[in-house]
Each structure stands twice: as structure tokens, then as C-alpha cells.
């Protein structure tokens, strides 16, 4: 029984992703190196007309502060006309926007991109009247990251 339920949900987590509850964090794989993610997810970003606002990489930051961390890189993007309007549904909103995703490499040499799910922002924005923009929001995101997901 516990066997065929992990198999299970090893296979719902290869084909789809699903927020942790707790933090809201979708975790993906990546089929590529760092560099290839980061350059892959900058392309489709800039292919569907999105404005990139920064890339911040994180384990330069730290190497500057002399601490070791694995290789980190987070990317700033959004769509202004779309992501403005969750924050006239709540101003606090804009603690999670614009869009970041992270690419970060862990101990095994495995990439991974991650973000937070927009439909956790909802809930813990209390965001009950955009529901079609959080829906888009979730779908862009989702062809964005299935541009490097590992199959």
C-alpha cells in the first residue's frame, strides 16, 4: 500500500505542479544547467512580451560576504497591467510582486526553479475578487517553467 502510493505521487509530482501547502512554494525540476535554465526562462519571458526587472545572483552576494552557497540566482519579471491589479485588491500584495522566480542548484548538482504559487498569494492576500487574473497569472508561470522542466 505505502509502496503504490509513493509511485503515485512521484507521478502526480512529474506531471504537475502542486504548491506545499505550508509555504505555498512550487518546487520544479530542471532538465538543464544553471546557466541554460536562467537563459531558457529569460527567453520565454521576453518571447511573451514580459518586462524582466532584474536578476539577482544570490551565491555572488553571498561569495562577496564570504559565505558559501550553492549556485542561486533569482529572476524579477512581471506584467504591470496584470500584477497592478492584485494590488488594488490589496496594497500589501506587493510583497509578492513582480514575479520571482528562483534558480538554484542543490547539493547534488540538480536545478531547480522555484516560485510561489499566485493561488497561495490569493489566500494569503485575501484576494477574492481577481480570480481570472490569478488564473492567468498561474498559467503564464506555468508555461514559463515548462520551458526547462525535466520530463
Known amino acids: 500500500m505505502c509502496a503504490t502510493l509513493a509511485v503515485l505521487l512521484a507521478l502526480l509530482g512529474a506531471t504537475s505542479a502542486i504548491a506545499d501547502e505550508f509555504d505555498g ?31 539577482v545572483k544570490q551565491s555572488e552576494l553571498a ?30 500584495s506587493g510583497l509578492d510582486w513582480p514575479v520571482r522566480l528562483l534558480v538554484r542548484q542543490d547539493d547534488r548538482g540538480a536545478v531547480w526553479v522555484s516560485y ?21 497569472a498561474n498559467s503564464v508561470i506555468q508555461s514559463i517553467t515548462d520551458s526547462v522542466r525535466a520530463k
Open 25 to 55: 512554494i512550487i518546487r520544479i525540476p530542471s532538465a538543464y544547467g544553471m546557466d541554460e535554465t536562467i537563459a531558457r526562462i529569460k527567453q520565454d519571458v521576453a518571447q511573451k512580451g514580459i518586462m524582466f526587472f532584474d536578476e
Open 63 to 92: 561569495a562577496k560576504a564570504g559565505i558559501t552557497l550553492n549556485p542561486s540566482t533569482l529572476l524579477v519579471f512581471g506584467n504591470p497591467p496584470l500584477g497592478s491589479l492584485f494590488l488594488t485588491s490589496n496594497p500589501d
Open 116 to 136: 510561489t504559487d499566485f493561488s497561495w498569494i490569493a489566500r494569503r492576500h485575501n484576494i477574492k475578487d481577481r480570480d481570472a487574473q490569478f488564473k492567468m
